[in-house]
T-cell receptor
Framework: DAGVIQSPRHEVTEMGQEVTLRCKPI?????LFWYRQTMMRGLELLIY????????DSGMPEDRFSAKMPNASFSTLKIQPSEPRDSAVYFC???????????FGQGTRLTVV | RKEVEQDPGPFNVPEGATVAFNCTYS??????FFWYRQDCRKEPKLLMS???SGNEDGRFTAQLNRASQYISLLIRDSKLSDSATYLC????????????FGSGTRLSIRP
């Protein structure tokens, strides 16, 4: 298995633009997580899905952020409009059940200028 | 109060030293616990799970204290390659997969 695949690896965009981050979880995993990592705030859980259903989005910073999981093999995190303070590394992770290891993608490094 | 808290460090210790990290969690119903390691500009990766009875993997020992709601990681005979950020991880929701990471403790091993 190729592991969790995220795209793009790097994204530089101008303030106000829409940004879409993509994630393909490991096949057979039924939980998917989106995290954001910054030096100041560490690794923050934004939202997670179980069996494609959003369970908890309390970590989503504001309405500019939205996430979808249309099927078991694909998820998106969208920021519209983007702001410079959204600059961070965004990680997607997946796992099989609640009590097992979460596997991470390599992350998307987002820079909003 | 944060759901998972750990000392950010940095810890700077000589090669061969023993170093310990602690982490506290707020939800007494938490069921599973892990330590992850993250190298600079890389994704976090599982170092070891933490079991109620404590567990050891080579130079690494993890312990869980449910009464005081903390977990610990002990690294013996530290190597240069142990330099990394160590993340305490807790599943804070026993009915779902809410996996929360601590902010990480930076460890630097010097020759």
């Amino acid at each position: 298995d190729a592991g969790v695949i995220q795209s793009p690896r790097h994204e530089v965009t101008e303030m106000g633009q829409e940004v879409t981050l993509r994630c393909k979880p490991i096949s057979g995993h039924n939980s998917l997580f989106w995290y954001r990592q910054t030096m100041m705030r560490g690794l923050e859980l934004l939202i997670y899905f179980n069996n494609n259903v959003p369970i908890d989005d309390s970590g989503m910073p504001e309405d500019r952020f939205s996430a979808k999981m249309p099927n078991a093999s694909f998820s998106t995190l969208k920021i519209q409009p983007s702001e410079p303070r959204d600059s961070a590394v965004y990680f997607c992770a997946s796992s099989t059940t609640a009590n097992t290891e979460a596997f991470f993608g390599q992350g998307t490094r987002l820079t909003v200028v | 109060r944060k759901e998972v808290e750990q000392d950010p460090g940095p810890f700077n210790v000589p090669e061969g030293a023993t170093v310990a990290f602690n982490c506290t969690y707020s939800n007494s119903a938490s069921q599973s616990f892990f330590w992850y390691r993250q190298d600079c500009r890389k994704e976090p990766k599982l170092l070891m799970s933490v079991y109620s009875s404590g567990n050891e993997d080579g130079r690494f020992t993890a312990q869980l204290n449910r009464a005081s709601q903390y977990i610990s990681l002990l690294i013996r005979d530290s190597k240069l390659s142990d330099s990394a950020t160590y993340l305490c991880v807790v599943n804070v929701d026993s009915s779902a997969s809410k996996i929360i990471f601590g902010s990480g403790t930076r460890l630097s091993i010097r020759p």
